[in-house]
């Protein structure tokens, strides 16, 4: 609910008008929003703030995002979905930014097994990640598997295959460091968000 910053539910739009999807969160207009059209449709649109302005993602594929208008409009309380959507049944996500619960931001890597360090203010039970602009998997890590540094156990989620074996990834007390030379450290820019494991000022180190 509105006190974690999250919000879900389904709504009826119609091809041609504009639909505003009020949930009422009003805690910030940073936030992340997954769009799903229940009537067959094999995509999930993903709204992060740190996309370009105009763009957005498909969460079962690898492309890079791309000029969308299905989700507009954001703001602390609502969106829209766009005039040209089809018609249908839409499920919607909504996770708002929310210091030391949830984080939304971006980093460039660097190309080096010494990765770049981000700092997403919480011990991280959950992340994240796609590359901005390029053809590239939508990662996600979480603590338990393996459950120790370096992370590998990576769900690739525009896949059903199992999860992948590769180490890339230091799941910290205040973020994340990339250990791998490719991606998500190749040198290009990649959009993430994390729920915290415990809020960052009770955390242990790791």
Same mark, same amino acid.
């Given at each position: !609910?509105?006190?974690?910053?999250?919000?879900? !539910?389904?709504?009826?739009?119609?091809?041609?008008v504009?639909?505003?999807?009020?949930?009422?969160?009003?805690?910030?207009?940073?936030?992340?929003? $997954?769009?799903?059209n229940? /009537?067959?449709?094999?995509?999930?649109?993903?709204?992060?703030?740190?996309?370009?302005?105009?763009?957005? $993602?498909d969460?079962?594929?690898?492309?890079a995002?791309a000029? +969308?208008?299905?989700?507009?409009?954001?703001?602390? *309380?609502s969106?829209?979905?766009?005039?040209?959507?089809?018609?249908?049944?839409?499920?919607?996500?909504?996770c708002?930014?929310?210091?030391?619960?949830?984080?939304l931001?971006?980093?460039?890597?660097? /190309?080096s097994?010494?990765?770049?360090?981000? @700092?997403? !203010?919480?011990?991280?039970a959950?992340m994240?990640?796609?590359a901005?602009?390029?053809? @590239? @998997?939508?990662?996600?890590?979480?603590?338990?598997r393996?459950?120790?540094n370096?992370?590998?156990?990576?769900?690739?989620?525009?896949?059903n295959?199992?999860?992948?074996?590769a180490?890339?990834?230091? $799941?910290?007390?205040?973020?994340?460091? /990339?250990?791998?030379?490719?991606?998500? *450290?190749a040198?290009q820019?990649?959009?993430? /968000? +994390?729920?915290? @494991?415990?809020?960052?000022?009770y955390?242990?180190g790791?």
């Amino acid at each position: !609910g509105a006190t974690y910053g999250t919000a879900a !539910g389904s709504v009826s739009h119609t091809n041609g008008v504009a639909t505003t999807v009020t949930h009422n969160i009003g805690v910030s207009s940073s936030q992340l929003i $997954l769009l799903f059209n229940r /009537a067959g449709e094999t995509s999930i649109t993903v709204y992060h703030p740190d996309l370009t302005s105009g763009e957005l $993602l498909d969460l079962c594929t690898t492309a890079a995002d791309a000029a +969308s208008t299905s989700i507009t409009s954001v703001t602390s *309380n609502s969106f829209q979905i766009g005039s040209g959507v089809a018609t249908g049944t839409y499920d919607y996500l909504v996770c708002s930014e929310l210091s030391g619960f949830f984080d939304l931001g971006k980093w460039t890597g660097n /190309a080096s097994a010494d990765g770049v360090y981000y @700092d997403a !203010g919480h011990k991280q039970a959950a992340m994240y990640v796609k590359a901005l602009s390029t053809t @590239d @998997d939508h990662r996600f890590y979480d603590k338990k598997r393996p459950g120790y540094n370096v992370q590998g156990g990576t769900l690739l989620m525009n896949t059903n295959g199992a999860e992948t074996t590769a180490s890339e990834m230091d $799941l910290l007390s205040t973020g994340n460091k /990339a250990r791998i030379t490719t991606t998500p *450290n190749a040198a290009q820019t990649y959009v993430t /968000a +994390s729920w915290a @494991d415990v809020p960052g000022k009770y955390s242990l180190g790791r």
